[in-house]
């Protein structure tokens, strides 16, 4: 079975950075695309990023574009968000999925990772 891990999380005032890290073990289907999505309070799950086996393709929420990158590292089995200019509306839990089709995450997920954005 998959086991998926987030990290890399914590408290940032606007305009910082941070950059989580989602480790899969386990037996992964090499052509599944992986991504992140988060939660804010109060809030449904979104979509933020999506990156396919090779690294070559990537999607991103409206939202995030220009300010987030996905990349993945498959020697470590790890993808990870690289978060610049962060926004209070950034805040929230950053979950990692194994097995991302179009918006939607259809394979294993991560316990999260807190992201705090303070203004």
């Known amino acids: 079975q998959v086991h998926v891990e987030e990290s890399g999380g914590g408290l940032v005032q606007a305009g910082g950075s941070l950059r989580l890290s989602c480790a899969a073990s386990?037996?992964?289907?090499?052509?599944?695309?992986m991504g992140w999505f988060r939660q804010a309070p109060g809030k449904e799950r979104e979509f933020v990023a999506i990156i396919n086996w090779s690294g070559t393709a990537t999607g991103y929420a409206d939202s995030v574009k220009g300010r987030f990158t996905i990349s993945r590292d498959n020697a470590k089995d790890t993808v990870y968000l690289q978060m610049n200019n962060l926004k209070p509306e950034d805040t929230g839990v950053y979950y990692c999925?194994?097995?991302?089709?179009?918006?939607?995450?259809?394979?294993?997920w991560g316990q999260g990772t807190q992201v705090t954005v303070s203004s």
């Open positions: 386990g037996r992964i289907f090499s052509t599944r695309a």
């Open positions: 999925n194994s097995d991302v089709v179009g918006d939607q995450g259809v394979g294993y």
